[in-house]
């Protein structure tokens, strides 16, 4: 199989896929540091890699990836456990799960979340990334919605100005208003 890291991934990574027999590209050696996730997936489509991440695709770099996925395409592996663990651990991540997310990402565009070694992958398709979104985003969204409802319920600050109330006294010789 072919890939390509993304900058936060460790060179160990690499070379323990390659010296496995993997083809594994750098996301440096291709021109994308200080690219965004959404970029480097777009230049893993184009080159027929399988991008891997350890990187948790949260707000701006989730959407940009979920939209080259479900747009153009592009297959990418969410290696959970971010970038400073142990390449061991990521390498033996992606090769415990290896039947889970190998059959789908052979056949299909999409994006696989690797846990840790007792839970399942978690498998969106591109035509389903939303859904990684909405979840992935849910409590950032929630704790949003929760001041919203908050700020609803308090009680509205009085006015600390008093309007004088002005009495109409009508001058009964001209039978106008005065003020």
């Known amino acids: 199989m072919r890939f390509l890291t993304d900058i936060q991934t ?16 750098l996301a440096a050696d291709q021109g994308l540091h200080g690219q965004g996730d959404g970029t480097v997936v777009e230049c893993g489509h184009a080159l027929g890699c399988v991008v891997i991440t350890h990187d ?5 770099d989730g959407v940009d990836v979920a ?4 747009t153009h395409g592009g297959k990418v592996i969410c290696v959970h456990g971010g970038p400073d663990q142990e390449p061991e651990q990521s390498v033996g991540r992606i090769l415990f799960h290896w039947h889970e997310w190998y ?4 056949k299909w565009d999409g994006l696989v979340e690797i846990g840790d070694l007792r839970q399942r992958t978690k498998w969106y398709s591109h035509s389903m990334i939303h859904m990684r979104m909405r979840e992935s985003d849910k409590p950032a969204f929630e704790k949003y919605l929760k001041k919203k409802v908050d700020d609803r319920h308090k009680p509205l600050a009085r006015r600390t100005k008093k309007i004088p109330h002005q009495q109409r006294e009508w001058d009964i010789d001209s039978g106008s208003e005065a003020s």
């Open 56 to 60: 948790e695709l949260h707000g701006q």
């Open 103 to 106: 059959p789908r990402l052979s």
């Open 10 to 25: 460790k060179l160990s990574v690499a070379k323990m896929l390659r010296d496995l027999g993997h083809e594994v590209l």
């Open 67 to 70: 939209r080259q996925i479900h």
